[in-house]
């Protein structure tokens, strides 16, 4: 045989070898995701739940969290830390105690930022990492309006969390910078043009009609539409 040819076969060799073990790594990897995905159907019904506000049972959110905690063991990903937040928060709203909220309010902290490594402009998690510090006491206002800005930067106009935003912003205020308080008052500038109607009735809801007044340019139309 001559030289030639032996380098041949080898150089085939390598190529079989080198195609076996790319398939095999396909094989694992493909595998790996179908798990993860099988994982997450039996409690994709309860996260739809709590994306349309409708109220869940700590069995639901259980079912909730194991699946997504399951399908974390086949592949990390920013959605499965994201649902585990958003689980974990809705517990911290119906916790029977000071104590447990605490205990949720971190864990949704937590899984958020986890989620965050991964998927860093997502602006649902940062509010969650927000609003859970609030929930957490004055001592954790400085890390809430962090992420307060960061959910804002990520995403300046999303027109489901304006109200919220300015809220949780009115809460916040006396910790607030300059620049932070025209953000909070371009956010409800935001809110008032995409709904003003909505956002005058819930500042009623929660007695924050005085704060939208204050808050607005004197004299503005704004101001005097919410203020009525």
Do not use: C
């Not at 905690?69 to 585990?84: E, G």
């Not at 300046?156 to 809220?167: A, D, G, I, M």
């Not at 935001?190 to 809801?205: H, I, M, Q, S």
């Amino acid at each position: 045989m001559s030289l030639m040819r032996f380098k041949q076969i080898i150089d085939q060799k390598r190529l079989y070898f080198l195609l076996v073990t790319a398939s095999a790594v396909l094989l694992i990897v493909g595998s790996l995701r179908f798990l993860y995905e099988l994982m997450l159907v039996s409690g994709n019904l309860v996260l739809e739940d709590i994306r349309s506000g409708k109220a869940v049972s700590r069995d639901e959110l259980a079912l909730l969290e194991q699946s997504r905690l399951k399908a974390l063991n086949f592949a990390k990903s920013s959605a499965a830390y994201d649902d585990l937040g958003a689980s974990y928060y809705a517990r911290v709203r119906d916790a029977a105690t000071i104590g447990e909220q605490r205990i949720y309010a971190l864990k949704a902290i937590e899984a958020s930022m986890e989620s965050l490594k991964l998927a860093p402009l997502n602006t649902f998690a940062w509010f969650r990492v927000a609003t859970s510090n609030v929930l957490l006491g004055p001592e954790h206002y400085e890390m809430a309006i962090e992420a307060w800005r960061k959910s804002i930067s990520t995403a300046n106009y999303e027109p489901t969390l304006l109200k919220q935003r300015v809220h949780l912003g009115v809460i916040l205020y006396q910790n607030m910078t300059t620049d932070d308080i025209e953000l909070l008052k371009n956010q409800l500038v935001l809110a008032y043009r995409t709904n003003r109607e909505e956002l005058r009735e819930y500042g009623r809801r929660h007695n924050l009609t005085a704060w939208f007044t204050f808050l607005s340019e004197s004299g503005s139309r704004m101001a005097i539409f919410l203020s009525k």
